[in-house]
């Protein structure tokens, strides 16, 4: 798999998961010297050969061939919190087929300190050199699973005791008035539709983001971040 840009491809090279470098010929020498020293083999190219190669020219003279990425599994996410000692905190998506999108959470829930991403199969993006390339590095250290069922799995949830909060515009309680001193997992719909009916009618609380500009809705990966971003600051430190 191939992914491309500057920061994934030094994430990746930090997480040691790139097998060959592509470099454009002509790029300065003091990014030559930070990817020679990684010590992964380098491939020299015309830019233009990398523009065809990843079908943009926004790979600013760097492409890295990695790993195939793996999807975890669901029981990681929560082996997870417990390596950390702390209280689970997982983000469900239930519909986000946007692969930035997806990349954006995973960064997003890595870099704010939730435990993993869990998605159903089919209602998700796959495990692309987009969603790579927007979560920068991030899916080498976070879990990110699938399910086969979602409301199932929050059914699952639910009986080892963690709560489920759905993000849903039109709830009456707003994100800052929710208990999050408590195992729990946060449900993200698609932009379009939001929750299903189904997804919707499992969650434990309905939360709203309070907005006051004149658009009614914030992105997914954004609604994402200050949820998880409450819930991390609103627990005991």
């Known amino acids: 798999m191939l992914i491309y840009g500057r920061n994934p491809v030094f994430e990746a090279l930090r997480n040691g998961t790139v097998t060959e470098l592509l470099v454009a010929r002509g790029v300065e020498p003091k990014l030559v010297r930070e990817l020679e020293a990684s010590g992964v083999p ?3 190219q015309a830019r233009i050969e990398l523009d065809q190669l990843v079908g943009t020219t ?3 003279g760097v492409v890295a061939e990695v790993a195939e990425l793996e999807w975890a599994q669901p029981e990681d996410v929560l082996d997870n919190a417990a390596a950390r000692g702390e209280q689970p905190l997982i983000v469900l998506l239930d519909g986000v087929t946007d692969p ?3 990349g954006a959470i995973i960064r997003s829930a890595e870099v704010l300190g939730a435990h993993g991403v869990i998605v159903e199969e ?3 993006a796959p495990l ?3 969603v790579a390339k927007t ?3 991030a899916t080498a250290y976070l879990p990110v699973a699938q399910v086969k069922n979602l409301p199932r799995f929050i059914d699952q949830l639910k009986e080892q005791g963690i709560w489920v909060y759905g993000a849903a515009g039109e709830a009456r309680r707003t994100a800052a008035q929710l208990d999050y001193d408590r195992p729990l997992a946060l449900v993200i719909g698609s932009e379009g539709e939001g929750l299903r009916r189904l997804v919707r009618e499992k969650c434990d609380e309905l939360v709203a983001i309070p907005v006051r500009g004149r658009v009614s809705s914030l992105n997914a990966s954004v609604a994402a971040s200050l949820l998880i971003y409450q819930a991390v600051m609103s627990r005991p430190r």
């Open 58 to 60: 926004q790979h600013q």
């Open 135 to 137: 979560a920068a590095g």
């Open 122 to 124: 089919r209602r998700s």
């Open 42 to 44: 380098i491939r020299w």
């Open 128 to 130: 692309s050199p987009v």
């Open 100 to 102: 930035r999108n997806f």
